[in-house]
C-alpha cells in the first residue's frame, strides 16, 4: 500500500480532528487554518473521506495533496517561512465554499423548485420589450 495524503477544507469550524480521534483511524492527522489534512495509508485515510462524508455532509471539500506532511520541499519552516506554494489558491477556494454548501444543501432537498437548472433559470434575467425601452426613452428625452 502507498501512503496518500488529503486536505479537508471547510467553509467554517468543524470539529474534524476530535471526530477522527474519537473513531481511532490510524492516521496523522494535522489541523490547519482552512480544516485538516489526513495522511496515511490509502485504505485508511479513504474510509476516513467516506466517514467525515457521512458526518458533515455538504460542509467538507476534500482535495488531493500531492506531499506529506513535514515534506522538506513544502515545509514554510525548512524554505524559511512565507506561504507555500498553493496556499492562496486554497485561501481563495475556502472563501467560495459557503457558497457552494448553501448550493449542495438546495440541491439536496430534492424539490425541483431548487434544481440546479432551476435556479440558474432564476438568475437570467428576461429581455426588455421594445415597447418598454420606448416608454423609457420618451420618458427621458426632453
Known sequence: MSKIT???ATPYYLPIVPRLYEMGFNLTVKETCYGAMISGEEDEVKNAVNFLREEFKNSIFIKDRGFLPG????????RGG????????????VNTLPIIEQALNEMSK???KTSFVNILEKKRKKKMSIDKLQDIIKENVP
Not at 72 to 78: S, T
Open 71 to 78: 515534506e522538506k520541499v513544502r515545509c514554510r519552516a525548512d
Open 110 to 112: 430534492g424539490d425541483e
Open 82 to 93: 512565507g506561504g507555500r506554494p498553493g496556499f492562496h489558491q486554497l485561501e481563495n477556494e
Open 6 to 8: 488529503k486536505i479537508i
